[in-house]
C-alpha cells in the first residue's frame, strides 16, 4: 500500500569472539633495563630486526636484560601468512641486504655473547630461500668467533634438501624447525605451503646430513589439539631423532589471528616436561611463556655442547 511503512531488511552479522581472558599465571612483565635498552639501540643503529620485538615474544625483558636475543634475518616481511604470527606479511619482491651477514657478526663481537639464535623469516620469493644467506651468516659469526654456540631456527625451505644442506654444512650447534601444533591442525593453523610431515622430514634430514648437530623443535599448545595428538606429536619427533622439545601457551597477537581456546595450566606443562623427559628428549622445557629461543633451554644447550666440545678436545690430543 502507497505510503505504509515498510519492513525493514535484517542484516545477518558474524558474531564476534570475545577474547578469553587471561589467567592469573599468564604475568609479562613489561620490557626495561640498561641492558635491554643497550641491545635495543644496538639492533637499531645497526638496522637489525630480532623476532623477539617483531613477534611480541612475552620473554623480551628476561632474555634482553640477561643479555640474550634472537636475532631474525632477511628483513622484516614474511612470504608466508601462518595465522597465529604476529610478523608481517607480504613480497619483499626477492630483496635481501647482502650487508646484513657481515652487520650480524659485527653486532655480536660487541655484545659479548657466548650463544646466539638466529631465525628469520620465510623467503619463498628467493631462489634458494635463503638458505645461502643463513650460511653465509652462521660461517661469519664462527670465523669472528670460534667459541660462540650458534643455534638457527629456520623456515622449512619447503623441504628442499639441497637448501637445508647449506645450512647444516655451515656447522651451527643447534638446528631448530617447528612443527607449530599437532597434524590435524596444521592446515588451520599455519600457511598452506607448511605442512607437518613436511617439518618432521626437514628435521630428519638434518640429522641424515650430520648426526653431530642437536635438532630442536616446538609445540604450542591451547588451539584445541587433544592430549592424545600432542603425545602422537612427541613420538614422531622421536621418531625423527629430535634432541629438544619446546612446550609454550598460543597467545592471540592481533583480533585477525586465531582465538585461545583454552590457556593450559602450569600444572598441565609441569605434566608434559615429565611426560617428554620420560620419552627420552636430551631436555625439554615446558610453560605459559615458553618459547622455541628460550634463554633456559640455551643455558642447558650451552652446558651440554661445551661439554661435548671438551671431550672433542682431549680425545684429538690423545
Known amino acids: 500500500m502507497a505510503g505504509a511503512e515498510q519492513p525493514q531488511a535484517t542484516l545477518k552479522t558474524k558474531p564476534v569472539r570475545k577474547r578469553q581472558p587471561k589467567p592469573s599465571w599468564i604475568k609479562i612483565r613489561p620490557p626495561a633495563g640498561e641492558k635491554y635498552l643497550e641491545l635495543k639501540a644496538m639492533m637499531k643503529e645497526l638496522n637489525l630486526a630480532t623476532v623477539c620485538q617483531e613477534a611480541q615474544c612475552p620473554n623480551i625483558a628476561e632474555c634482553w636484560s640477561g643479555g640474550t636475543a634472537t636475532i631474525m634475518l632477511m628483513g622484516e616481511i614474511c612470504t608466508r601468512g601462518c595465522r597465529f604470527c604476529d610478523v608481517k606479511t607480504g613480497n619483499p619482491k626477492g630483496v635481501l641486504d647482502s650487508k646484513e651477514p657481515e652487520n650480524v657478526a659485527t653486532a655480536v663481537s660487541k655484545m659479548n655473547l657466548d650463544y646466539l639464535v638466529l631465525t628469520s623469516v620465510d623467503r619463498d620469493d628467493v631462489e634458494d630461500q635463503g638458505s645461502a644467506h643463513f650460511a653465509k651468516t652462521i ?159 640455551e643455558f642447558f644447550m650451552k652446558g651440554v655442547i661445551e661439554k661435548k666440545r671438551k671431550q672433542e678436545q682431549q680425545e684429538s690430543t690423545i
Request: glycine share 6%; proline share 5%; charged share 25%.
Open 139 to 297: 660461517q661469519l659469526l664462527k670465523l669472528y668467533d670460534p667459541h660462540l654456540i650458534v643455534e638457527v631456527l629456520t623456515p622449512d625451505f619447503s623441504g628442499n634438501e639441497e637448501f637445508i644442506a647449506k645450512v647444516v654444512d655451515a656447522k651451527p650447534d643447534v638446528f631448530a624447525h617447528n612443527v607449530e601444533t599437532v597434524e590435524s591442525l596444521t592446515q588451520r593453523v599455519r600457511d598452506p605451503r607448511a605442512g607437518y610431515r613436511q617439518s618432521l622430514d626437514v628435521l630428519e634430514y638434518v640429522k641424515k646430513r650430520d648426526n653431530s648437530c642437536y635438532t630442536k623443535s616446538s609445540i604450542m599448545l591451547g588451539l584445541g589439539e587433544t592430549d592424545d595428538e600432542v603425545r602422537g606429536t612427541l613420538q614422531d619427533l622421536i621418531d625423527v631423532g629430535c634432541d629438544v622439545v619446546t612446550f609454550g601457551q598460543y597467545l592471540q597477537p592481533q583480533r585477525r589471528h586465531l582465538p585461545v581456546e583454552s590457556f593450559i595450566t602450569p600444572e598441565k606443562f609441569r605434566e608434559w616436561q615429565s611426560e617428554a623427559e620420560a620419552m627420552g628428549f636430551l631436555y625439554v622445557a615446558s610453560g605459559p611463556l615458553v618459547r622455541s629461543s628460550y634463554r633456559a633451554g
